[in-house]
Nanobody
Framework: QVHLVESGGGSVQTGGSLKLSCSAS????????LAWFRQTPGMEREGVAG???????NYAESVKGRFTISKNDSDNILYLEMSSLKAEDTAVYYCALEFPIYGGSCLDYRYNYWGQGTQVTVSS
């Protein structure tokens, strides 16, 4: 059974940094994408960053140069390091998993497995 648990959210001032973690377990496919999405009330969920099993990463234009996605293979933990945070980064951030995949950007897939989300609030 797939299990995704996010942590690391919180409140931070504009320009600050946060690091989100997602503990991922419960699948055996070695061909997958892991990704971070975010959602604000009344808006559609937005893909933020994707990590393909071969290490290829993809980012939304709005976060390029500020966010970094990475994965610790020994612990199977997905990270999202966020810096130079802006008020518009405020959202609930979700970790997501999809498999099998067939190449391309991990932000182009429709994901079937989701964590419960963690709130990130950026204020001045």
């Amino acid at each position: 059974q797939v299990h995704l648990v996010e942590s690391g959210g919180g409140s931070v001032q504009t320009g600050g940094s946060l690091k989100l973690s997602c503990s991922a377990s419960g699948w055996t496919y070695n061909n997958y994408c892991l990704a971070w999405f975010r959602q604000t009330p009344g808006m559609e969920r937005e893909g933020v960053a994707g990590f393909r099993v071969d290490g290829v990463t993809n980012y939304a234009e709005s976060v390029k140069g500020r966010f970094t996605i990475s994965k610790n293979d020994s612990d199977n933990i997905l990270y999202l390091e966020m810096s130079s945070l802006k008020a518009e980064d405020t959202a609930v951030y979700y970790c997501a998993l999809e498999f099998p995949i067939y190449g391309g950007s991990c932000l182009d897939y429709r994901y079937n497995y989701w964590g419960q989300g963690t709130q990130v609030t950026v204020s001045s």
